[in-house]
């Protein structure tokens, strides 16, 4: 069972069961399986997604401010320009998404048409640390999804209902299932899924005993 013990008060605020061997097996399986169509929409059809998502996470800015703040510690006046902060981040990266994933024109050689072709990786795992929980988690889950890659989210354990929200609000926007996860995971299970061949990539912020566990 994971709990979060808020520094407000010392209270058990969010207590959550930690996913089994065969709810991790299932979630690698189909984040494996969206990812081959998802990879297939076009960076405009991903776009329309992720800023309705961005709508959706703006429209419970305030619970998620406050759930932050109860969450992490951070004074109540503070967490709202972290919800503000996030939304400028994704927004700005969808917008840029077009241009950044764009075929690169190496220049011209006769009798050839030649372009370097930005792909896909896969599976991305995130695993994102508590103390800025939005902005660091937004860093990787939007340019992953935007370039056509399928998300898991591990979040920390002092912040799992960020890695609630994430999963509510793509729900909410369309994305479609599988396409983004979110799994709350000891630490011997995050361990063993860094290894699994399913995982294309890892995006990490967090503990140093972590890192050495990623390298």
């Not at 008060?9 to 189909?30: F, H, M, N, W």
């Not at 998802?38 to 709508?55: E, M, P, Q, T, Y």
């Not at 939005?134 to 990787?140: C, D, K, P």
């Not at 999804?145 to 912040?159: E, F, P």
Request: aromatic share 8%; hydrophobic share 40%.
């Amino acid at each position: 069972m994971l709990r979060t013990i808020s520094p407000i008060d010392g209270s058990v605020y969010v207590e959550r069961p930690l996913a089994t061997a065969s709810e991790i097996e299932r979630a690698l399986s189909r984040a494996q399986q969206a990812q081959h169509a998802w990879r297939n929409v076009d960076v405009s059809g991903r776009a329309k997604v992720l800023s309705r998502f961005c709508d959706e996470f703006e429209r419970r800015a305030q619970e998620i401010a406050t759930e932050l703040t109860w969450q992490m510690g951070r004074p109540s006046r503070y967490t709202p320009n972290e919800v503000r902060g996030t939304l400028e981040r994704a927004r700005y990266m969808i917008d840029i998404a077009p241009q950044s994933l764009a075929d690169i024109d190496p220049g011209p050689k006769e009798n050839f048409k030649r372009y370097i072709r930005r792909e896909p990786l896969g599976v991305v795992l995130t695993i994102a640390a508590w103390n800025y929980p939005y902005l660091i988690a937004v860093n990787s889950v939007v340019p992953a999804l935007m370039a056509g890659n399928s998300v898991i989210l591990k979040h920390s354990a002092q912040t799992p209902l960020c890695a609630e929200r994430f999963a509510q609000c793509l729900e909410a926007a369309g994305l479609p299932g599988g396409v983004f996860q979110a799994l709350h995971l000891s630490h011997a299970d995050t361990e063993r899924i860094i290894q699994d061949a399913r995982i294309d990539f890892i995006a990490f912020t967090g503990s140093v005993a972590g890192g050495h566990s990623v390298q």
